[in-house]
Every structure is written in structure tokens, then in C-alpha cells.
């Protein structure tokens, strides 16, 4: 198995792959791409069959749950994400995307239910005013922390220069061997050939 060099990760800091056992983590990654590839593709074949099939008009039977529980769920991960803030915990991060992500949806849901009725400039106001911006917060937020962390942990294993962008950080950093050679652990996470 050889390894190519990451152009993320700095000179003098080798690559590869973060696990003792290098073998489990491929096939890891492996049967995630798998089934992140396959969720992708029988997800295709069912948006276009429901586009095609669904009425026009339904009538909910338990509509006052359906709504009362995503408000719940948006209203606890809201929390969740305000409580890590408070506490200072990593944690803040996922729970960020996951109330930023339910914002979205109820923005996408409050118009589209509401479109071609009078009820629906209210539903616009409140996506536009109240849970795109928040939403845009908590990710910005969200996305700083990361950063931030990346910055910290580069610093303090003693590296040149500032870590490269978040879309370009390798999945799994674990350095081997820090500026000048040493065993300070290593930056794993590029990509390696082989199976």
C-alpha cells in the first residue's frame, strides 16, 4: 500500500490513514460510500414518483400532531444547541446544523402549505425575517467553531501557517511526526492507494 501526499497537510507531516488498523477504517469508508450512494439513488426514482402520484389536495387526520411534534423536535434542538453554548461544549456544533437544518424545513413547509392562500405573506415574512436568519446564524456560528478548533489544535501541535480551509481538512488528522521530524503524532487523513 503507498501512500500519496495530501496537499493539506504540511511539509515534513506524513499521511495516511488514521486507525491502528488501517484495513477496518477503509472498509468503514467503503460501506458508508455505499450506502450513502445508494440512499441517493433509490431517493431519485421515489421524489419523481411522488411528484407524479401525490393529489393535489389531502386532508391529515392527526395534522395538529404532525406540526406540534416538529415544533417540539425544533424547539429541543434549539435548546440543546443554547445549553452547549452555555456549557462551552462541542457539542454546540451538530446540535446547530440539526436546529438550523429544522428551521429550513419549517421555512420550506410554512410557505409551500400556505401558497396560493392569503395566509402566505405571513409564512413569508416569518422565513425571511425570523427562521432564515436564525438559521444563517447558527450555521455561521457553528462554522466558526470549527474553525477555531482547527486553528487551536494546529497551534498547539506546533505547525506553520494557518490549517487549511474546512471543505479541504482531511476527515480524520491524527499527526505522526510534527515539524521537524519528531513523534508528536502525525496528520493523517489523505487519501492512500490501494483497496
Known amino acids: 500500500m503507498s501512500e500519496q501526499r495530501d496537499p493539506t497537510v504540511p511539509a515534513g507531516v506524513t499521511a495516511g490513514v488514521f486507525s491502528p488498523d488501517g484495513a477496518a477504517l477503509r472498509r468503514r469508508y467503503r460501506r458508508a460510500l455505499r450506502q450513502l450512494g445508494l440512499c441517493v439513488l433509490l431517493l431519485v426514482p ?26 417540539v423536535m ?4 434549539l435548546a440543546c444547541a443554547g445549553v452547549a453554548v452555555w456549557l462551552r461544549r462541542q457539542v454546540m456544533v451538530p446540535m446547530s446544523y440539526v436546529a438550523a437544518t429544522l428551521l429550513i424545513c419549517d421555512a420550506w413547509f410554512d410557505v409551500s402549505l400556505d401558497w396560493g392562500r392569503p395566509d402566505v405573506w405571513g409564512s413569508v415574512v ?10 444563517a446564524l447558527l450555521i455561521v456560528r457553528a462554522r466558526r467553531v470549527l474553525k477555531v478548533s482547527a486553528r487551536l489544535a494546529w497551534q498547539r501541535l506546533g505547525l506553520p501557517g494557518e490549517p487549511p480551509p474546512l471543505h479541504r481538512m482531511p476527515l480524520f488528522v491524527d499527526f505522526a511526526s510534527g515539524p521537524g521530524g519528531n513523534e508528536a503524532g502525525s496528520a493523517r487523513g489523505g487519501r492512500t492507494s490501494g483497496p
Open 46 to 71: 421515489w421524489t419523481v414518483y411522488l411528484g407524479l402520484s401525490l393529489p393535489d389536495r389531502f386532508e391529515a387526520r392527526y395534522w395538529p400532531m404532525v406540526w406540534v411534534g416538529f415544533d
Open 126 to 135: 416569518t422565513a425571511v425575517l425570523v427562521e432564515l436568519p436564525l438559521a
Open 74 to 77: 425544533l424547539l429541543t434542538s
